[in-house]
């Protein structure tokens, strides 16, 4: 190869190299401090749950979400709510944060770093990634919910926590795909999605 030829490649992997580092799943959170929730910072496990804060179905979950925190904090399991709305503001989002009082950092992801990286497509949908961002479980929290509109009186299954329950047991997850049921998340257009 000639130096040319030699100076070309490696122009295209130094290039290829920065357009990878530049690809971020850094959101900011409603203080506007950043977060990644995809690398586990020394956790067991890491969750995920996506939310939008017109969603009666995701507000509905707001106790077990707390509860869940409540449960597994302790045990070295990191949450994290995110808003999926690309016009949900700061100001919105802490809004509800405390009508809710949630107890996990709250994020905001309008470009969708995340939605698009962890492929969530309704909320709420929670995501379970192991210590390597592995994903673990994806789908719902629990069987609240029978059907659009047909909430339970009680829950049967806790899907979520179950396979918390798996993981931090060194367990497999017995069922890693479940159907949330929830509103959609919007696809964010592509001017919204460039940094």
Do not use: W
Request: net charge positive.
């Amino acid at each position: 190869m000639s130096g040319c030829g030699r100076f070309f490649t490696v122009l295209i992997a130094v290039v290829l190299s920065v357009c990878a580092s530049a690809a971020t799943t850094q959101v900011p959170d409603i203080a506007g401090r950043l977060h990644d929730p995809l690398k586990s910072e020394g956790r067991k496990a890491t969750v995920v749950i996506f939310t939008l804060p017109d969603c009666p179905i995701a507000n509905a979950f707001a106790p077990e979400i707390n509860r869940l925190v409540a449960d597994y904090s302790a045990k070295e399991v990191g949450f994290y709510l995110v808003h999926a709305d690309r016009v949900t503001t700061a100001s919105d989002a802490r809004k509800h944060a405390v009508d809710f009082a949630f107890r996990c950092p709250v994020l905001l992801d309008p470009g969708h770093a995340l939605v698009d990286a962890l492929g969530a497509t309704k909320t709420p949908q929670a995501f379970l990634l192991g210590p390597d961002g592995k994903t673990l479980y994806r789908g719902r929290i629990s069987n609240l919910f029978a059907d659009y509109g047909q909430r339970r009186q009680t829950v049967t299954q806790h899907d979520l926590r179950d396979a918390l329950d798996a993981v931090l047991a060194g367990k497999p997850v017995r069922h890693s795909v479940t159907e949330a049921i929830g509103c959609h998340i919007q696809t964010a257009p592509q001017s919204a999605r460039l940094p």
